[in-house]
């Protein structure tokens, strides 16, 4: 095991493995997931030297938060206290702004342990970090099994506070690295949250049946994003949430089947499993240099953005002195170019033992 405590061992990467193939690089840094291999191609997008994180502006497989998404101009008010938060992002609090504190993607966590296929990370965020309320301590396991991969967020607050963690992976599983439009995604989400130009949900919950946001059956991205969408154009793109409106009050801690990501060019398909009941599709379309616009998209397991603001949405409270917890799992398969691989019929996924 290592403990390294010194700020200059956060851009030493570890590498987990798993004998199926399954090979991650993590970063204490920012608890950066900065690659994922497997099948014998990488998956992900990734900066070639570690330290390029340090200024990275597009959360290249980052743990965001304290709220991952946006939070409306920043602010919030919890019993009847109102909070001014970093803002970031076109006069809004985006993935828990970058104050002088620093979001979590840009903090140096502690390394507690690690072995060969997984490891734990710490970090204390002060109160008022970013202007959120609540001295936070934050556990982050990544645990490798055969080939999948699984994310658990835990977390403590002195006082009450809201969070919202997520990673923030880029996935392309062309062997080419070409633009993820011939992608498919199937979805069971039943609504998404409109947004307005800024990319801040209406308030509004909308059925996806009938619009570019139902991927109830697997659906080619560039089928959608080919349709003259209005909220579409404005964004150039997919930059918005589906939720599962109709268990999020009774989310608990069974990982459930969100999302397939699947290429017929490689035939590599990612099963996303998770607690939370919202998802953000996001298509890519702002990566720059030294990237290209689409050359990888987000899912984004996470609560629902703006949720401290909009009453009728599930709350995003987190009491003092209660446990925080987020899993997720990314499993990854491969199936002949020709075939579109079926869900598992339970849509959950377990561990066999606590991560």
Not at 16 to 26: P, Q, R, S
């Amino acid at each position: 095991m290592t403990r390294p405590g010194a700020a200059d061992a956060a851009f030493h990467c570890i590498t987990l493995f798993t004998e199926a193939g399954l090979e991650v690089d993590v970063l204490p840094f920012g608890a950066y997931i900065s690659a994922i291999r497997c099948f014998g191609q990488q998956l992900t997008l990734s900066y070639p030297i570690p330290a390029q994180y340090h200024s990275d502006p597009y959360y290249l497989g980052a743990t965001v938060g304290r709220y991952a998404n946006r939070i409306r101009h920043g602010r919030f008010c919890l019993q009847q206290q109102s909070y001014q938060l970093d803002n970031n992002a076109k006069g809004h609090c985006l993935h828990g702004g970058a104050g002088k504190n620093g979001a979590l993607h840009q903090q140096c966590w502690q390394l507690l342990w690690h072995t060969k296929d997984t490891l734990q990370l710490y970090l204390l965020s002060p109160d008022g970090s970013c202007g959120f309320p609540g001295e936070l301590q934050i556990w982050c396991t990544i645990k490798l099994q055969h080939t999948k991969l699984f994310c658990e967020y835990k977390a403590l607050s002195d006082k009450d506070t809201v969070l919202n963690l997520t990673n923030h992976c880029y996935f392309n599983f062309n062997t080419d690295g070409s633009c993820i439009d011939n992608h498919l995604l199937h979805s069971g989400a039943s609504h998404y949250l409109p947004t307005d130009a800024d990319v801040l949900p209406t308030g509004d919950i909308s059925p996806v049946v009938g619009t570019v946001f139902d991927f109830q059956q697997p659906t080619a991205l560039s089928e959608r994003l080919q349709q003259p969408a209005t909220e579409l154009s404005a964004k150039s793109g997919f930059d918005h949430c589906l939720v599962w409106p109709a268990t999020a009050t009774q989310a608990g801690p069974e990982l459930t089947w969100r999302a397939s990501l699947w290429s017929p060019q490689s035939g590599i398909q990612l099963r996303l499993f998770s607690n939370k009941t919202g998802l953000q599709l996001y298509t890519g379309q702002f990566l720059a240099t030294p990237f290209l616009p689409r050359q990888a998209l987000c899912l984004e397991a996470q609560h629902w953005p703006d949720a401290p603001n909009q009453p009728h949405f599930p709350p995003a409270l987190l009491k003092a002195g209660q446990w925080y917890q987020h899993q997720l799992c990314y499993q990854f398969l491969q199936h002949p170019a020709e075939l579109w691989p079926t869900e598992p019929s339970s849509h959950q996924v377990t561990t066999g033992t606590d991560v």
